[in-house]
């Protein structure tokens, strides 16, 4: 069954340096998602992404945040300049066309990033 | 602000009981409802799903009941095996397409 992977499982940063998330969605996907679970709290959404745009994003999601998708299957999610509460796991998902009810959303096994 | 809340943070069943797991939420937008079971060092696994139009939703040993007027959903499993455990989240979702997760409930069945 096709799954959506992500790269590195475990990234261990300096505080204040730059880190990209990557994750390859399911092929035939058309919608994509990042969120993040900070430890002992909820899985909480950042972004989604189609047609090469945000669709929408949330209040975490600020000018620090940016995300790609450089060449048609990867797609990244980028801190500029990480601190100390990015520390997380952080999660990518896609669903395939449709209506967003019957199409549900396919999550990767994570990335915990760790930043010192 | 919990939009979507699970106030049972463990719950423990005997092999091949039923096991029910509960689910709130106050937006009445809402278009449909999810539920995700997450092994720990996996990512959420989807489970089941349910439109804000149905009342009940059927796939194998579990059966997702949707409540509209009490804005309440529960998660059945039966009969539940010591492979379900895992932690449950509820999640629900709009048109925007983005998931609201509640906090998730730790279910353990014991053999």
New interface residues.
């Given amino acids: 069954e096709p799954e959506?992977t992500?790269t590195p499982s475990h990234q261990v940063t300096q505080m204040g340096q730059e880190v990209i998330l990557r994750c390859v969605p399911i092929s035939n996907h058309l919608?994509f998602?990042w969120?993040r679970q900070i430890l002992g709290?909820?899985?909480?959404?950042l972004v989604?992404f189609y047609n090469n745009e945000i669709?929408?994003k949330?209040e975490i999601f600020d000018d620090q945040f940016s995300v790609e998708r450089p060449d048609g299957s990867n797609f990244t999610l980028k801190i500029r300049s990480t601190k100390l509460e990015d520390s997380a796991m952080y999660?990518c998902?896609s669903?395939p066309p449709g209506p967003?009810?019957?199409q549900?959303?396919?999550?990767?096994?994570?990335t915990r990033l760790s930043i010192l | 602000d919990q939009q979507v809340k699970q106030n049972s943070p463990s719950l423990s069943v005997q092999e091949g009981r039923i096991s029910i797991l509960n689910c709130d939420y106050t937006n009445s937008m809402f278009d449909y409802f999810l539920w995700y079971k997450k092994y720990p060092a996996e990512g959420p696994t989807f489970l089941i799903s349910i439109s804000s139009i149905k009342d009940k939703n059927e796939d194998g040993r579990f059966t997702v009941f949707l409540n509209k007027s009490a804005k309440h959903l529960s998660l059945h499993i039966v009969p539940s095996q010591p492979g379900d455990s895992a932690v449950y989240f509820c999640a629900a979702g709009g048109s925007q397409g983005n998931l609201i997760f509640g906090k998730g409930t730790k279910l353990s069945v014991k053999p």
């Fill in positions: 959506v992500q919608y998602y969120y709290q909820k899985v909480e959404f989604s669709s929408e949330s999660f998902a669903s967003r009810g019957n549900p959303q396919h999550f990767g096994d994570g």
